[in-house]
């Protein structure tokens, strides 16, 4: 059994990159509330949770499949 990789979001192509946050963010079933999104506006909130490593891109070797998953945040005065 093979643990989960952890990809950087920074060795994607841009092409590539879009591509898995897309897949993400029209499988996911997040309910917005009261606004809608469109997929720009997904995708973007997507990357900044990339960018400020609040999300994380990850490999699964064995499913081959790629998913984003949300960091759990600790705190430092713990």
Not at 16 to 45: C, N, P, Q, W
Request: charged share 30%.
């Amino acid at each position: 059994m093979s643990d989960p990789i952890t990809i950087p979001h920074t060795e994607l192509s841009p092409d590539a990159l879009r591509g898995v946050i897309e897949s993400f963010v029209l499988r996911e079933g997040t309910d917005y509330g009261m606004h809608e999104f469109t997929l720009e506006e997904k995708v973007a909130h997507v990357m900044r949770q990339l960018q400020r490593r609040e999300a994380q891109i990850v490999f699964d070797p064995e499913t081959e499949t790629v998913d984003i998953q949300v960091r759990m945040h600790v705190s430092r005065d713990s």
